[in-house]
């Protein structure tokens, strides 16, 4: 564990107007980037509690990508089947409705990193390794912990940085600004924060509140710089993606390309109740964790 010396600077107070300004931009880009219309079909299925698998079948066939990310998916050495599954339905019901949408999201949020957007130190394919890393983390830090959903803890790792990917897409003059005083600045959203008055963790929450996502994947999205700093009932979600993204930083896997974040306090890994017993555990697989992360993103 670390103890934070720093910490970023806080969300600068804003008037009326200024706030009204923001909310019309975040609604633009949110309405320009709503998830596809099977995406948003297959979360409504999962949070729904009579939904069957007839209807989420229907909908992971009208998605060629996505049926095919299913089978790869339900055939892997992580499911240890005994013989390969090549009906749909079958692996649906193997897969589970949840890993269903999660693997609906993979294959959306994929979709925005075909296009190349280098700039600086930024790679927009090094971006996605980094989500994929996360999520793949944040699963593992459920598992052994127990403290949140697995299913979600992917979720919400998978998204914890879409505000970095929409403001490349749809603010990239500002967020190139954003990489050239980058090297300067204490941390990620202290330089957007100067250039941009926002940062793309409020983005990725407010755009994820937008997709229907459950709360915890959205206040992640959006705390996950300052866990020390939400105070609502989803402190745990907060607490585990900001340290699945501290380990995953640590090991090169980064958003941007340099090493910029701050290291969580030790109350968050308190919140987890991560010990030294837990650190072990969740040090001894994160090597294999990330190895199949980084295989995962090249799907």
């Keep these: 564990m670390n103890i934070a010396v720093l910490s970023p600077s806080p969300r600068p107070q804003r008037s009326p107007e200024q706030r009204s300004a923001l909310d019309k931009l975040f609604t633009r880009i949110g309405e320009v980037s709503s998830l596809p219309t099977a995406a948003v079909r297959i979360v409504n299925i999962a949070n729904d509690e009579t939904a069957g698998i007839g209807e989420l079948l229907q909908v992971v066939e009208s998605d060629p990508s996505l049926a095919v990310r299913v089978l790869r998916t339900v055939n892997s050495s992580y499911h240890s089947v005994r013989q390969r599954i090549g009906n749909l339905k079958t692996a649906i019901a193997l897969l589970g409705l949840k890993q269903v949408r999660n693997l609906a999201l993979t294959v959306h949020v994929s979709r925005m990193f075909v296009a190349p957007g280098d700039y600086r130190t930024y790679r927009r394919e090094a971006l996605?390794?980094?989500?994929?890393?996360?999520?793949?983390t944040a699963r593992l830090i459920a598992e052994v912990t127990d403290a949140v959903p697995r299913d979600e803890a992917y979720v919400?790792?998978?998204?914890h940085d879409i505000g970095l990917i929409l403001?490349?897409?749809?603010?990239?003059?500002?967020?190139?600004?954003?990489?050239d005083t980058l090297e300067r600045a204490p941390s990620t959203i202290d330089a957007e924060r100067a250039v941009l008055t926002f940062d793309h963790a409020e983005l990725g929450q407010f755009v994820t509140e937008r997709w229907n996502l459950p709360q915890s994947v959205c206040v992640a999205a959006g705390f996950h710089h300052e866990p020390e700093r939400y105070s609502g009932p989803h402190q745990n979600m907060v607490s585990l993606v900001a340290v699945a993204n501290y380990l995953c930083t640590r090991q090169d896997i980064t958003s941007l390309g340099v090493n910029k974040l701050i290291a969580p306090p030790d109350s968050v890994y308190l919140q987890l109740g991560i010990q030294a017993h837990e650190m072990s555990a969740i040090a001894e697989r994160l090597g294999e964790t990330l190895a199949d992360a980084a295989q995962a993103a090249t799907i």
């Design 156 to 159: 919400a790792g998978l998204l």
């Design 167 to 179: 403001l490349d897409q749809h603010l990239r003059k500002q967020f190139k600004h954003v990489l």
């Design 128 to 136: 996605w390794r980094h989500l994929v890393a996360v999520a793949s």
